[in-house]
């Protein structure tokens, strides 16, 4: 099967057939089986984390894993770090689909009181890429064990430096791995919605995250005489205000939008002198290609011309990150209306503005950029009834603690999207 004809042609079926079900059926119930040992799996990722481009354990630990499982077909170190794509080989030829999961963790002190927390201070699997690969290993074990059940091939991917730029996914793409790939597909998890459900999007499924440094050059001068001076303070101020025109007024209302100042440096001498210099940074994250454009050319005009009414001048630093992913709406249509059908799931939500859309940056769009595909987000908050009052944390945050129930969601979830393209193979 051609990428072209998954694009623009397949349709799968709403209604699967017994085979097909029959052997899902087998696949969530040899999962559920290996449940605890894909969570113990976890927790030594999680104990054991490494920043981007610095995997070199967690990738041997992979390896390792992938041999117990009896999956040969590997290649190591791929793209520019330390990334690993296995492949496993259906009974007879059929399409060829990639599943993918990230391996890397943060520059975070964690704050949890887990018993498997991070043994590597200043380190921690606070965005979930933990359960991504734990999830992604208990799938390829399943796979592999049904091997001669199917037609078709699953080209596994764990993927290096997502969280660090230019990523791993380029790379990899580069050095030719979706060559022959009809699909792929990746997921994260999401602490905005319980364990349980699943969040899928028709078109973007992240958002481009472009970097900013706007450095402001007024005169400084004394507090006491204002007017002898170019208060890069107040232009600052006035920049940072007027950026947020972008969103209310030069963004179109229907595609999310978000311009956040995450920094400024400026004075913090005596009180009494008037800074010179300041300097703001943050991120811009958009939906679409063009509004990124668009966005991009005013975000610059605005910060330069702020300055310049004050007398002052800015120079901006403007570097484009990760493309927003943009979903075959195709295949999460058919993909959806399969996922509802297996009544695996307690929830399944299309990811809004009003339902929570992921604006996170997320080099998975890389992948798509050829090849049909879609990325799913798995929730993985606790129950009301399970929380007993706690606050529930953030990705990225230091105290960041997932429901690991959603481990088991996230591989029957690659499982339910792989019956829907790998073939049955009868047997007599």
Same mark, same amino acid.
Request: hydrophobic share 45%; no cysteine; net charge negative.
């Given at each position: 099967m051609l990428k072209a004809d998954i694009a623009s042609t397949s349709r799968i079926e709403s209604e699967v057939s017994q085979a097909t079900a029959a052997l899902l059926a087998k696949w969530l119930k040899h999962a559920a089986s290996i449940e605890s040992d894909v969570v113990q799996v976890r927790r030594h990722l999680h104990q054991n984390p490494e920043l981007s481009f610095e995997e070199v354990a967690t990738a041997n630990f992979v390896y390792m894993e992938l041999l117990s499982a009896k999956i040969f077909d590997i290649d190591r170190n791929v793209g520019d770090g330390y990334g690993i794509v296995a492949r496993v080989h259906g009974a007879k030829p059929g399409p060829t689909i990639a599943l993918r999961a990230d391996m890397d963790a943060l520059p975070i002190r964690e704050e949890t009181d887990l018993p498997f927390a991070s043994e590597n201070t200043g380190v921690m699997h606070a965005c979930g890429h933990d359960i991504h690969t734990a999830t992604l290993l208990g799938v390829a074990q399943v796979i592999q064990a049904h091997r001669d059940e199917f037609a078709g091939t699953v080209v596994f991917i764990f993927q290096h430096a997502e969280e660090k730029k230019p990523g791993g996914a380029k790379?990899?793409?580069?050095?030719?791995?979706?060559? #022959?790939?009809?699909?792929?597909f990746? !997921?994260?998890?999401?602490?905005?919605?319980?364990?349980?459900?699943?969040?899928y999007s028709l078109g973007y499924g992240s958002a481009a995250s472009d970097a900013f440094e706007i450095k402001i050059q007024g005169r400084g001068g004394h507090a006491s005489s204002p007017h002898t001076a170019i208060d890069s303070v107040v232009i600052a101020a006035e920049?940072?205000?007027? !950026?947020?025109? !972008?969103?209310?007024?030069?963004? $179109?209302? =229907?595609?999310?939008?978000?311009?956040?100042?995450?920094g400024v440096d400026a004075g913090m001498g005596a009180p009494n002198i008037i800074a010179d210099t300041a300097t703001l940074v943050g991120t811009v994250r958009s939906s679409s290609p063009e509004g990124r454009a668009t966005i991009k050319d005013q975000f610059i005009q605005i910060a330069?011309?702020?300055?310049?009414?004050? #007398?002052g001048s800015a120079s901006v630093d403007y570097e484009?990150?990760?493309?927003? =992913?943009? $979903?075959?709406?195709s295949i999460v249509t058919d993909l959806v209306?399969?996922?509802?059908?297996?009544?695996?799931?307690?929830?399944? =939500?299309? $990811?809004?503005?009003?339902? #929570?859309?992921?604006? $996170? #940056?997320?080099?998975?769009?890389?992948?798509?950029?050829?090849?049909p595909g879609a990325f799913f987000t798995v929730g993985c908050d606790f129950l009301e009834k399970d929380k007993q009052g706690q606050a529930s944390y953030p990705l990225h945050n230091s105290k960041f603690v997932a429901n690991e129930a959603c481990? !088991?969601?996230a591989m029957s979830l690659f499982l339910v999207i792989l019956s829907q393209y790998l073939k049955v193979v009868p047997h007599d």
């Open positions: 790379a990899i793409v580069d050095a030719g791995y979706l060559a #022959g790939v009809d699909a792929v990746g !997921l994260h998890i999401d602490p905005s919605k319980e364990a349980g459900t699943v969040g920049t940072i205000a007027n !950026l947020q025109t !972008l969103v209310s007024r030069v963004s $179109n209302p =229907i595609e999310p939008l978000v311009v956040t100042v995450a330069e011309m702020t300055a310049a009414m004050h #007398g484009e990150g990760y493309p927003a =992913i943009q $979903n075959t709406a209306a399969a996922i509802d059908y297996s009544a695996v799931f307690t929830e399944v =939500i299309e $990811n809004t503005a009003a339902t #929570g859309a992921m604006m $996170n #940056g997320e080099d998975f769009a890389y992948y798509l950029e050829d090849t481990i !088991l969601n």
